[in-house]
T-cell receptor
């Protein structure tokens, strides 16, 4: 049981380059999320998708775009990378939906991105 | 606006003793609180949660206490073990537009000394 799978695990970009982080979950979860982790800042929500076909901005969406390709997959795109986007990125999923739940998230292993 | 705050960046505890990690929040709309554990080079993993209508939840060596009047929660680990050394994130969930939104604190790095 793979859970949440992210690719790539490591990436080095030059300023201005573009790239896409891929995420897939096999738990049939409704909701998916992209977070970034920076020292002293904790985990900050970039974008989320409450259900297939919907996406919404989180706390720090500037410079990013997302696509909920289907129920399993949620990708994060950097159109023109900047050094400020150097971070560790985590994809997560949850049962979500319009029900009351605990908010338990299942995370991938992370993608470490360096922008030079 | 940091709605979930962990004011201690780090904590060191001797093996076998109690570890107490603290968290404060500001938003009264949170209905669940969670603790996650994170090892280096891995994603966070869920540890324990508590509903806003409870004041205590226990799971083995881990107990979470919630004080709603003070908007404060704490995680107790008894007894602490070296394998507990990790970063612990406090998180809080609220329903927003019918969907769940989870906000994280900045984390506390726990070191359990053998």
């Amino acid at each position: 049981n793979a859970g949440v799978t992210q690719t790539p695990k490591f990436q080095v970009l030059k300023t201005g380059q573009s790239m896409t982080l891929q995420c897939a979950q096999d738990m049939n979860h409704n909701s998916m999320y992209w977070y970034r982790q920076d020292p002293g800042m904790g985990l900050r929500l970039i974008y989320y998708s409450a259900s297939e076909g919907t996406t919404d901005k989180g706390e720090v969406p500037n410079g990013y775009n997302v696509s909920r390709l289907n129920k399993r997959e949620f990708s994060l795109r950097l159109e023109s990378a900047a050094p400020s986007q150097t971070s560790v990125y985590f994809c997560a999923s949850s049962e979500g939906g319009r029900g009351v739940g605990t908010g338990e998230l299942f995370f991938g292993e992370g993608s470490r991105l360096t922008v030079l | 606006d940091q709605q979930v705050k962990q004011n201690s960046p780090s904590l060191s505890v001797q093996e076998g003793r109690i570890s107490i990690l603290n968290c404060d929040y500001t938003n009264s709309m949170f209905d669940y609180f969670l603790w996650y554990k994170k090892y280096p080079a891995e994603g966070p993993t869920f540890l324990i949660s508590i509903s806003s209508i409870k004041d205590k939840n226990e799971d083995g060596r881990f107990t979470v206490f919630l004080n709603k009047s003070a908007k404060h929660l704490s995680l107790h680990i008894v007894p602490s073990q070296p394998g507990d050394s990790a970063v612990y994130f406090c998180a809080a969930k609220r329903q927003s537009g019918g969907y769940q939104k989870v906000t994280f604190g900045t984390g506390t790095k726990l070191q359990v000394i053998p």
